[in-house]
C-alpha cells in the first residue's frame, strides 16, 4: 500500500467513526483510484504512489506516480459494491481509537489529529511566504518563547510526500526541541501546483541548480528568515524525510556556504535522478554516479543519514550513497557501533572523524525500519515511534557539527 492509498484509508476511518459512511466511501474510492475524475468514472486503479514524477514525453501531459515494477501497473475496471460500505464501517469499528499497526506498512504510523497540540506562551508558529523568479512558496516558522534578539540557530525542515508543515512539525517533534534548545525552525511547504503529491522534485535537473528552481526557493526562504530575525550565520541546517531528504542533500551541495550541515532520513544523494528511468532505478537500487568532486576549500557539508533497512520505498544503498558524496573523496576514520532505542529498535551507527578526531558524517541503519521518521510522534503521519529520537540526534549533531567549523562560513 503507497503513503497516499495509507492517507486515504485513514480519511475514510476518520469518516466512518464520526458516521459518515456516504463521505468515508467516497474517500474510499478516492483512495483506490487517486482522484475525482477516476470516481465520477466508476472506475479503481491499482496505484502505487510515494514520489509523482512531472510531464515528460514518456508520461504524457500530467504528473504520474512512480511505476511499482519493471512495468508499470495496468488499470483494472471494477464497481464498489453497497455492501463493501457496511464491510468497511465493521472493520473500521475493530480498529485501535488511535494509532495504527504495522498492516499501514513497515512502521510507518498516523492518527487523525496532524496539527501541533499546543504553543508555549511567548513562542509562535505563523505562516510567511517567499516570491522570487523560480515562484512563490509558503512557510510556517517557529520562534520559540525565549527569542530575545540574541542570535539563534536556523533549521529548515523539509516535509515528505504528501505532508503539510503542520503535520512534519507534528511527526518529527521538532517545535518541542526548538522550545528546549533554544532554535528556530522553517518548514517550506511544497505547492500543489508544483507537485501534485506534494513531493519536492528532487529528481527534475533544473530543481538541483543553484540559483534556480526550488533550490533557490528553499535558499531564499533560509536568508529571508536571516534577514527577519537575529540567526547565527555559522549555525544554519537543513534536513528532510523523502523527497524533502532529497531536496535537503541538494541544497547542501548547492549551497554549502549557505547551510553548516545537513540532515537526510531516508532521502537520496543530490543529482540521483534527472529523468523518469533514473528516478525509478535511483529509488530501486542506488544513483548509477555521485557528484563527489572535492570543493575548491577542501570543506564538506557534515551530515547525519537516517535510513530504515527495511525501507521498500527508498533503497538503503541511497543512505550509504550520501554519505560518500558528501566524504568528497577525503580520507576520514569511521567507528562503528551498534545499539538498541528505548522501545526496542536496533541500529548500527557509523561516524567518519577527520584526523584531529572531529566527527563530520554520520549514519544510523535502523533494523527492521521501513520509510518513516525515526523516534517520531505517532500524532504525525509516516513516523516509526519505536526508533531512537532521529530529531534529537540531528541537533545534536547539527550544533557539534557547528562548533568545529567544517563546510561552515
Request: proline content about 6%; glycine content about 12%.
Amino acid at each position: 500500500m503507497g503513503l497516499l492509498s495509507k492517507i486515504g484509508m485513514m480519511e475514510a476511518t476518520r469518516l466512518t467513526r464520526e458516521g459518515k459512511l456516504p463521505e468515508a466511501m467516497l474517500a474510499l474510492r478516492k483512495m483506490l483510484i487517486g482522484g475525482d475524475s477516476a470516481v465520477q468514472s466508476g472506475t479503481v486503479r491499482d496505484t502505487h504512489v510515494i514520489d509523482r514524477l512531472p510531464p515528460s514525453h514518456q508520461t504524457g501531459s500530467s504528473w504520474t506516480a512512480l511505476p511499482s515494477g519493471e512495468n508499470t501497473p495496468s488499470v483494472s475496471k471494477r464497481k464498489i459494491s453497497l455492501p463493501l460500505a457496511e464491510k468497511f464501517k465493521g472493520f473500521v469499528e475493530g480498529l485501535p481509537e488511535r494509532g495504527f499497526p504495522d498492516w499501514l506498512g513497515r512502521g510507518e504510523s498516523a492518527v487523525e489529529t496532524r496539527t501541533p497540540s499546543h504553543l508555549d506562551k511567548g513562542a509562535t508558529f505563523e505562516d510567511h511566504s517567499f516570491t522570487n523568479a523560480a515562484g512563490t512558496r509558503t512557510y510556517k516558522l517557529y520562534v520559540p518563547s525565549s527569542y530575545d534578539g540574541r542570535a539563534l540557530p536556523l533549521v529548515v525542515m523539509l516535509h515528505g510526500c504528501t505532508q503539510s508543515p503542520d503535520d512534519f512539525a507534528t511527526g518529527t517533534r521538532m517545535n518541542e526541541i526548538a522550545e528546549e534548545q533554544n532554535f528556530i525552525v522553517a518548514y517550506p511547504a511544497q505547492s500543489k501546483t508544483a507537485n501534485s503529491s506534494k513531493c519536492w522534485n528532487w529528481f527534475n535537473p533544473a530543481d538541483q541548480q543553484r540559483g534556480q528552481g526550488e533550490a533557490s526557493l528553499i535558499a531564499g526562504i533560509t536568508t529571508q528568515i536571516m534577514g527577519m530575525f537575529s540567526i547565527d550565520e555559522k549555525r544554519v541546517y537543513v534536513a528532510g524525510l523523502s523527497a524533502g531528504g532529497a531536496a535537503a542533500a541538494i541544497m547542501g551541495n548547492t549551497y554549502p556556504e549557505l547551510y553548516a550541515a545537513i540532515g537526510v532520513h531516508s532521502g537520496l544523494p543530490c543529482g540521483a535522478a534527472t529523468d523518469v528511468a533514473s528516478a525509478f532505478a535511483a529509488m530501486k537500487r542506488g544513483a548509477k554516479a555521485l557528484k563527489t568532486a572535492l570543493r575548491a576549500d577542501g570543506k564538506i557539508v557534515p551530515a547525519i543519514v537516517f535510513h530504515g533497512d527495511a525501507d521498500t520505498t527508498v533503497d538503503p544503498v541511497n543512505g550509504d550513497d550520501i554519505i560518500v558524496q558528501s566524504k568528497r573523496g577525503l580520507t576520514l576514520q569511521t567507528t562503528v557501533s551498534h545499539g538498541q532505542s528505548a522501545k526496542g529498535m536496533k541500529y548500527t551507527r557509523s561516524i567518519e572523524t577527520t584526523p584531529d578526531g572531529q566527527p563530520v558524517l554520520e549514519l544510523w541503519r535502523l533494523h527492521g525500519a521501513g520509510h518513516a521518521w525515526s523516534g517520531g510522534s505517532p500524532a504525525g503521519s509516516f513516523t516509526h515511534p519505536a526508533g531512537p529520537d532521529a530529531s534529537r540526534e540531528m541537533i545534536r549533531f547539527f550544533l557539534n557539527s557547528g562548533s568545529v567549523g567544517c563546510g561552515s562560513h
